[in-house]
């Protein structure tokens, strides 16, 4: 058995949305998307490649999963295997990091810190672009999640130039409150919701056009450290998204009665004077963008809506990194 080791990715959050693929099994995006790594989620992961078992073996916060969950490793690590002609099983540890019991396991910071567990296992030792690639292939928002700060997943021609890209280590005044609305697994997962839509919806073409010009003006806002340009982007883009899945066949909404209060708090917000702004996924969390100077102030605003452990700080995470225990 090889030595052990462990690697750490952050999850991220989308500014502009990826919805939508253009190649099922390449996971290659419709659009190009723009996320925030945040530093308060993420998961850690070991890949020993190991003669003494016949098959993968997949634990997940020390619990064997069953098959289902096993063979999606399985499939993400034969990735790897084909490429370094390795014939090994391997034992998959996983532990999901949050701050309270939410439930808030992410496919984006689990399949990145897989793709970077495997990466060293294999001796592959591929860059962080390359590693990107392939971690695209795990989850689509797993992309990102390779690099901290803010970073764009380039859609690309192929699976090849699919890849993420640092746009910004975000080492300014940025942080993100998430609003943990209901931590149930969703009834429409990301996958299928977004192939519905691509497939029905009648306003998936506007959504594409005006992706493209909030990412180049987000992307400019950004360079500038433009905060309020960035977050007023963001939130526009996040609603256009959820508009355009309001649009499919049959109509898709993540949204919860306290999902709306949560939006509400925040435009309250500014009008106090706290410049915050939201964006959601596809589930009934509500994550407001913010300076993580104005956190705790907002938090405790927040407070008076819903109880503390459903309000969460974050601040811009960092690329994947080795852990040493
Ligand atoms: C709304 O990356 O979870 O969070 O590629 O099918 O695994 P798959 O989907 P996933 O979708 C994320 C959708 C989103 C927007 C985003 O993160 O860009």
């Known amino acids: 058995m090889n030595k052990e080791k462990k690697v750490r990715a952050y999850t991220n959050i989308a500014l502009i949305k990826y919805w939508g693929k253009r190649d099922e099994k390449l996971f290659l995006p419709m659009n190009s998307s723009l996320s925030l790594t945040l530093d308060s989620f993420y998961t850690e992961t070991s890949v020993a490649f190991d003669d003494s078992t016949a098959e993968d073996r997949f634990y997940l916060n020390d619990a064997l999963q069953d098959d289902k969950a096993t063979a999606k490793v399985s499939r993400f690590l034969d990735l790897f295997r084909e490429e370094a002609g390795i014939q ?134 950004i360079l500038k450290k433009d905060f309020e340009q960035v977050g007023a982007i963001t939130e526009s883009n996040g609603m256009k998204m959820h508009a355009t899945m309001l649009g499919a066949n049959p109509p898709l909404s993540y949204w919860e009665p306290d999902s709306v209060r949560a939006m509400q708090a925040v435009r309250e917000l500014r009008q106090l004077g706290v410049p915050c702004y939201f964006t959601m996924d596809a589930g009934p969390n509500v994550k407001v963008l913010c300076r993580l100077s104005d956190s705790q102030t907002i938090k405790n605003y927040l407070s008076n809506i819903f109880d503390p452990t459903q309000l969460i700080i974050s601040g811009p995470g960092k690329d994947i990194e080795e852990i040493t225990d």
């Open 88 to 221: 090994t099983a391997a034992i998959v540890k996983s532990t999901n990091f949050v701050p309270t019991a939410a439930g808030l396991a992410s496919s984006a910071s689990g399949m990145a810190a897989l793709a970077g567990a495997v990466n060293l296992a294999s001796g592959l030792n591929l860059d962080k672009t390359t590693l990107s690639t392939y971690a695209r292939r795990g989850s689509g928002s797993a992309t990102r999640s390779i690099f901290g700060g803010f970073v764009e997943w380039q859609m690309g021609t192929g699976s090849d130039d699919s890849f993420a890209v640092k746009v910004d280590d975000a080492s300014w005044d940025i942080g993100m409150v998430t609003i943990v609305v209901n931590d149930k697994q969703k009834a429409v997962s990301s996958r299928v919701g977004m192939k519905n839509t691509v497939a029905t919806s009648p306003f998936y073409p506007g959504w594409l056009t005006a992706t493209a010009i909030d990412l180049e003006n987000i992307k400019t806002a």
